[in-house]
């Protein structure tokens, strides 16, 4: 059974720090895996998707990495900004399935301005 | 482009009540997916449609939930009888399709509360 820990729980930094969200998962059979945000009172919006087969992927000031040999994906958000305020979610597929999601519990960030 | 919709944004009703749930999945989206967010248990898939079939309903608490998609651009969940425990946020999520690995897209969510 899959199972994904996010550290930290919580975070709160200052505008404008970079910073790293951590993920680990113990199944490595996986065909992707997900980062997403939820806002309050809202839904998951997907922010990168990275293939099994991929190492990485960037979008804007987001970059996720994957290293499926140590089940750990790491999500870097530089230059952070007040409207980053969310819960950042480690998503994969478990069991094998490829629609099966496991998530992760998140981790709260909090961008002070 | 519109997102995946879904309504009522907010439910409040009584114990006992039937509870319908609406989900307008991403034109073209061909995988249909409802989930529930409660503190406890997190994000859990319900139920699982690919090309309006259920493929997968494991994840059905009991015989009192039930889930629908009579079109490619219409679901419903129906909670019959509805009772305290199921108050929680359910999602509704489509993806383009499920082998090609696309990534899930979300609806705001239905707050259910049941008192």
């Known amino acids: 059974k899959q199972e994904v820990t996010q550290i930290p729980a919580a975070l709160s930094v200052p505008e404008g720090e970079n910073l790293v969200l951590n993920c680990s998962f113990t199944?490595?059979?996986?065909?992707?895996l997900q980062w997403f945000r939820q806002d309050p009172g809202k839904g998951l919006t997907s922010l990168l998707l990275i293939q099994s087969s991929q190492r990485e992927q960037t979008s804007g000031r987001l970059n996720a990495s994957l290293d499926k040999s140590s089940g750990r994906s790491t999500l870097y958000i530089a230059a952070s900004q007040p409207g980053d305020s969310a819960t950042y979610l480690c998503v994969l597929p478990s069991g094998g399935s490829n629609y099966k999601l496991t998530f992760g519990k998140g981790t709260l960030l909090t961008v002070n301005p | 482009d519109a997102g995946v919709i879904q309504s009522p944004r907010h439910e409040v009703t009584e114990m006992g009540q039937e509870v319908t749930l609406r989900c307008k999945p991403i034109s073209g989206h061909n995988s249909l997916f409802w989930y529930r967010q409660t503190m406890m248990r997190g994000l859990e898939l319900l139920i699982y449609f690919n090309n309006n079939v259920p493929i997968d309903d494991s994840g059905m608490p009991e015989d009192r939930f039930s889930a629908k998609m009579p079109n490619a651009s219409f679901s419903t969940l129906k909670i019959q009888p509805s009772e305290p425990r199921d108050s929680a946020v359910y999602f509704c999520?489509?993806?383009?399709?499920?082998?090609?690995?696309?990534?899930?897209?979300f609806g705001d969510g239905t707050r259910l509360s049941i008192l």
């Open positions: 999520a489509s993806s383009l399709e499920v082998a090609g690995n696309q990534p899930q897209h």
């Open positions: 199944d490595s059979a996986i065909y992707n």
